[in-house]
C-alpha cells in the first residue's frame, strides 16, 4: 500500500488511476470537441507523425557498416519524435483516439459520438500527412544523399503496398498495442521527461520491428508514389516498371491502408482498451 502511495503521489499515477482518468475525463473530453478544434489539432497530428516519418527514411538511407538492424534502430528511434510531438501538444490521432472506446465501455459517450471524432480525425490525419508529403517533394528532399533518400523512399512504400492483407491488418495490430501503451504509459507521468520516455521505447519497438501505422502510411507511401516523379530517383532506385506500377494510390488503400486501419483499431481495443477495462474498471465495480 505505502509503495502504491508513494508512486501515485510524486512523478506518476497508478495505471488504475490513469484509466479512470482516460475514461472519465481524456477520451470523454475529445468526444466534445467542436469539429473546427477536432480538425485542426488532426492536420497537426498527421503533420507530426510525417515528420517523425521523413527523419526515420533519412536516417536509415545509405550505406551502413553498421547493419540492417542497428540502421532500423536508429530510424525507429527518430521515428517516436512524431508521437511525442502529438502527445505533448494535445494533437488529436486517430490511432490514439481508438482509445476513446474505454468511455464507450463506461457508457459516458455513445457510438455515435465516437465515429464521429474517428471519422473527422482520420480525414484531417490525412490531410496533415499529405500537406508533408506535398511539402517534402517540393522543396526536392529525395535528393539528398545524391538521391538516395527518395530511393529510400520508394523503397519503403514498394514494400508496404505489396504486403498481402493478412500481413498489413496483423502488423497494424502489433503496433497500435505498442503505439496506445505508449500513449497509456504516458498519461501516468506528471513530468515531460517521464511521457517522454513513456512514448520513446514503445514507438522505437513498433517501428524497428517492421509493424504498420495507418497515419504514418499515410505519409509512407504517397511519398514514395510522389517521388516516381523524380527520373533521376526512379533511375537510382533500379525497379522495374512492373515493381513501380504496383505503387499507386489504388494499392495504398487497398493493399496497405484498409487492413493497416482495422488491425490499429483491433490491436488498441482488444489488447489495451478491453484488457484494462477488465482489470480496472469493470472489475472495480464488480466489488465496489
Not at 481508438?98 to 464507450?104: D, R
Not at 511521457?195 to 520491428?209: D, E, G, L, N, R
Request: with cysteine; aromatic share 12%.
Amino acid at each position: 500500500m505505502e509503495e502504491e502511495k508513494i508512486f501515485s503521489t510524486i512523478d506518476s499515477i497508478t495505471p488504475s488511476a490513469a484509466v479512470h482518468e482516460l475514461s472519465d475525463n481524456v477520451m470523454t473530453g475529445k468526444a466534445d470537441y467542436s469539429k473546427t478544434k477536432m480538425f485542426a489539432l488532426a492536420i497537426a497530428a498527421g503533420a507530426f507523425i510525417a515528420f517523425g516519418a521523413q527523419v526515420s527514411l533519412t536516417v536509415m538511407t545509405g550505406d551502413s557498416n553498421m547493419g540492417w538492424g542497428f540502421t532500423k534502430l536508429i530510424g525507429a528511434m527518430t521515428f517516436a519524435t512524431g508521437l511525442i510531438l502529438v502527445t505533448l501538444t494535445g494533437a488529436e490521432l486517430f490511432t490514439g483516439n481508438v482509445m476513446m472506446t474505454f468511455a464507450v465501455l463506461e457508457k459516458k459517450i455513445s457510438l455515435v459520438k465516437l465515429l464521429r471524432s474517428w471519422t473527422v480525425v482520420y480525414i484531417a490525419n490525412f490531410i496533415g500527412s499529405i500537406l508533408l508529403a506535398g511539402l517534402v517533394y517540393f522543396a526536392g528532399l529525395g535528393h539528398n544523399g545524391g538521391d538516395a533518400v527518395g530511393v529510400t523512399a520508394m523503397q519503403t512504400a514498394f514494400s508496404k503496398v505489396n504486403l498481402s492483407f493478412g500481413e498489413a491488418f496483423f502488423r497494424g495490430i502489433l503496433c497500435n498495442w505498442l503505439v496506445c501503451l505508449a500513449i497509456f504509459m504516458a498519461s501516468t507521468s506528471k513530468r515531460v521527461i517521464g511521457k517522454i520516455f513513456a512514448i520513446f521505447f514503445p514507438i522505437t519497438t513498433f517501428v524497428a520491428s517492421g509493424y504498420e501505422h495507418s497515419i504514418a502510411n499515410m505519409f509512407f507511401i504517397p511519398n514514395g508514389i510522389l517521388m516516381k516523379h523524380f527520373p533521376s530517383i526512379v533511375a537510382a532506385s533500379g525497379m522495374t516498371p512492373e515493381q513501380l506500377s504496383t505503387m499507386t494510390w489504388k494499392a495504398f488503400f487497398i493493399h496497405n491502408l484498409i487492413p493497416v486501419t482495422l488491425g490499429n483499431i483491433v490491436g488498441a481495443f482488444v489488447f489495451v482498451v478491453l484488457l484494462s477495462w477488465t482489470a480496472y474498471l469493470r472489475e472495480e465495480r464488480r466489488h465496489s
